[in-house]
């Protein structure tokens, strides 16, 4: 897209966004997900003042966060992490948004530097129960909260999920409604949460409406992937 579209597109979304969040009562979070996207076009909308940006993977994420370094982003993990890579998130990210087994919280507490806040840590729950997702059940939830909260270099921020993309978008709805009580559940034990990462391009007005206070928008910022 040439920057004109660009800054259409961007101001278009980010006005979508701000009148579902003022529909629902909550202000929400825009993530920009630039996985597969060149650090070009992540500077295209740095110039427009988006500065939170989700890569699904560490490596990728890693090359474009050299390139960029100049730059003060805010870089999300949303893609799942393998144990080998926790190293590099702990040193190199500022959120983790798919958390979803408790052998990754010791390294992550480990690793994660004096000299930088606490890494924030969404639990990432595969509500629909799809066997080709990542995602911890929702019963989970508990355990690994109580964990992460336990961790001096963490810092537990909420929930997180892909739900499937059903046409119907009354069972989209009904999984968003799962997470809103699932959150609402957290809160009950960890009262200072205030995540819940659900709601993508097709779907993120939905999401707002059921409670999502951050939404993952990669394809209606960048164009579909070639």
Known sequence: ????????TYHELRQRIDVAAQRAGHEVTLLAVSKTKPA??????????QLAFGE???????TKQRELH??????????????????DVAEHFDWLQSLDREKLIAPLNRYRPESM????????????D??????????????????????????????MAIPAPHADPELRQAAYRSMRELMQ????????????????????????AEGATMVRVGSALFGTRA
């Open 130 to 159: 799809e066997a080709s997702k990542s995602g911890c059940a929702p019963e989970l939830i508990p355990t690994l909260a109580e964990k992460i909260a336990a961790s001096p270099r963490l810092a537990l921020r909420g929930l």
């Open 70 to 87: 100049s730059l003060l982003l805010q870089w999300h993990l949303i893609g799942p992490l393998q144990s080998n890579k926790a190293r």
């Open 40 to 49: 070009a076009a992540i500077r295209e909308l740095v110039a427009l003042g």
């Open 1 to 8: 897209m040439g920057s004109t579209l660009v800054s259409g």
């Open 117 to 128: 806040p606490p890494l924030n840590v969404l639990i990432q729950v595969n509500i629909d």
């Open 185 to 208: 559940r957290l809160r009950e034990t960890h009262p200072h949460v205030d995540t819940l990462s659900l709601g993508m391009s097709d779907d993120f007005e939905l999401a707002i």
């Open 56 to 62: 699904n993977y560490v490596q990728e994420a890693l």
